[in-house]
């Protein structure tokens, strides 16, 4: 078996998508919502600005991966986003 357990993408438009899929069924989650330099563990960094690194942390989704999936959950996933219009 494998042991992966995020799978995430990228989207100017996250929290449309997230709305989205949600409303037809699929939960996501946002990891790491917070840019590393912004955490509290590196509060020598807070007030220093990485612009990449703080559009990465609002653009990232994380989409359902896990090992009880079945195909037909996979393709409805798939289906969705490749259907949804920004």
Not at 5 to 29: A, C, D, M, P, W
Not at 47 to 64: G, H, W, Y
């Amino acid at each position: 078996g494998h042991v992966w357990h995020l799978f995430v993408i990228r989207t100017s438009n996250r929290n449309k998508l997230q709305k989205y899929l949600f409303e037809n069924g699929v939960q996501t989650i946002i990891h790491y919502p917070i840019p590393p330099h912004k955490q509290e563990g590196y509060a020598e960094f807070n007030k220093l600005s990485f612009p990449i690194t703080e559009q990465i942390a609002d653009e990232v989704l994380s989409l359902p991966l896990s090992g009880v999936l079945n195909l037909d959950q996979i393709n409805i996933v798939v289906n969705l986003i490749n259907k949804w219009k920004k």
